[in-house]
T-cell receptor, first 113, second 114 residues
């Protein structure tokens, strides 16, 4: 059972454009929603995270939007750069489950110069 | 500060064999989690260890096991390897067992089963 659905699977954006990745979850007990960035040959690295008591969080060019009623959250990458070309994963966890992360399927982003 | 290290980085095994992968967490981190990453199934949680105790287990068969030592280093073992076990095995460490603390991933061990 896929508890976190991520879309699109891949994305091509021009340099300077906005990349938008969406995730939807089913488990209403989830209370922590991180986004990870993974480059080829590397492990995922935490990009930004949000808790459900906040509707939006911004860190530099990266913004998470969270809609609790719709059980959806999204990542916006503003002013996309070629160096942002990577695979992005949304994830979710519950405090009760400790560090167990449930990941979305991933989105491969390619930023064209 | 040194990051999470995993050894070996690459491994080729034959079906039916067993394998042990090692993970050294960031100094001071007490929680170690293991994930399997495949193109078809994505990133899937295997188990988490905190202070030498398994706190959580994912939906994997009993052939997958792990342990954590008093210095927080962790090992995972896969017995009776199957072709479908070919994957990138990632280890992540965290300061505590609280999900709100950032998890730091290692580079992974690429296991190929032939």
């Amino acid at each position: 059972q896929q508890q976190v659905k991520q879309s699109p699977q891949s994305l091509i954006v021009q340099k300077g454009g906005i990349s938008i990745i969406n995730c939807a979850y089913e488990n209403t007990a989830f209370d922590y929603f991180p986004w990870y960035q993974q480059f080829p040959g590397k492990g995922p690295a935490l990009l930004i995270a949000i808790r459900p008591d906040v509707s939006e969080k911004k860190e530099g060019r990266f913004t998470i939007s969270f809609n609790k009623s719709a059980k959806q959250f999204s990542l916006h990458i503003m002013d996309s750069q070629p160096g942002d070309s990577a695979t992005y994963f949304c994830a979710a966890s519950t405090q009760a489950a400790g560090n167990k992360l449930t990941f979305g399927g991933g989105t491969r982003v390619l930023v064209k110069p | 500060k040194a990051g999470v290290t995993q050894t070996p980085r690459y491994l080729i095994k034959t079906r039916g064999q067993q394998v042990t992968l090692s993970c050294s967490p960031i100094s001071g981190h007490r929680s170690v989690s293991w994930y399997q990453q495949t193109p078809g199934q994505g990133l899937q949680f295997l188990f988490e260890y905190f202070s030498e105790t398994q706190r959580n287990k994912g939906n994997f068969p009993g052939r997958f096991s792990g342990r954590q030592f008093s210095n927080s280093r962790s090992e995972m073992n896969v017995s009776t390897l199957e072709l479908g076990d070919s994957a990138l095995y990632l280890c992540a460490s965290s300061l505590t067992g609280d999900s709100y603390y950032e998890q730091y991933f290692g580079p992974g061990t690429r296991l190929t089963v032939t």
